[in-house]
């Protein structure tokens, strides 16, 4: 009779222990679950910017597209990413096609994330930083996302150190302070700022990430891509 009794004990804590396992396999699985829904499905980013943002230092897709730090953007978020860059433009608009104010411009209000990427080009091409042009501009371009997305999170890219900066000796002001104008200018609009110029990433430090003296390659598209959705996230 006991030894009957020790069987039955025996064989109900064998099936408790498989239900057990079995619940915390479901809840583990449960768990997985949750965490794979990306936390902004069903809404918008825009990447707004120049060549840099265009990532014409990276792959194609085979729709001869340029791969870029957005799309990785969109795989981690889950949100719809627009990248609304044109190569070789300023912030202002001085009748350009495609400068940065004119994509502003087109910019969806119920966008969730807008990532602001410019400035590398007004440098380059000369635009005046101390008759007030550059600065004004990007005053204005601030101002205008300011008031027109109040409920976006806006994060402000500088670009990292690169040749041009060697390159380009006569500009009234340096590369370093046409960034830092940028990330004083967020400060006052209280947006978020991924600040590449301060950073050891550049193809002057590590040519590893670029194709070239300022464009990113695919591993320095990932590698931005990460940067700025940690700053996204927080």
Not at 6 to 11: E, V
Not at 93 to 99: H, P
Request: glycine share 8%; hydrophobic share 40%; proline share 3%.
């Amino acid at each position: 009779m006991n030894e009957r009794i020790i069987k039955i004990i025996t064989a109900l804590s064998v099936l408790l222990m498989l239900a057990f396992i079995s619940l915390l396999l479901d809840t583990d699985s449960a768990y997985a679950s949750e965490f794979d829904i990306k936390p902004m499905q069903g809404k918008t980013m825009y990447c707004v910017g120049d060549s840099i943002t265009l990532s014409i230092g990276g792959s194609k897709d085979i729709s001869g597209r340029y791969i870029s730090f957005s799309d990785y953007l969109g795989q981690y978020s889950g949100a719809t990413v627009i990248n609304s860059s044109f190569e070789g433009v300023q912030i202002g608009d001085y009748g350009i096609n495609n400068c940065i104010m004119q994509r502003l411009y087109c910019i969806p209000a119920d966008t969730s994330v807008i990532v602001f990427w410019a400035g590398a080009d007004d440098f380059i091409w000369g635009t005046p930083m101390n008759y007030g042009r550059y600065k004004d501009d990007v005053d204005f371009a601030f101002s205008y996302m300011k008031n027109a997305f109040p409920n976006s999170k806006i994060i402000i890219v500088t670009t990292y150190k690169n040749r041009s900066e060697v390159i380009c000796t006569n500009r009234g002001a340096t590369f370093a302070q046409f960034m830092q104008y940028q990330v004083d200018a967020a400060s006052r609009y209280g947006f978020s700022v991924v600040d590449f110029y301060n950073m050891g990433l550049s193809p002057l430090k590590t040519p590893e990430y670029f194709a070239d003296d300022i464009h990113p390659n695919d591993a320095g598209n990932r590698l931005i891509a990460d940067i700025i959705y940690k700053k996204i996230l927080e």
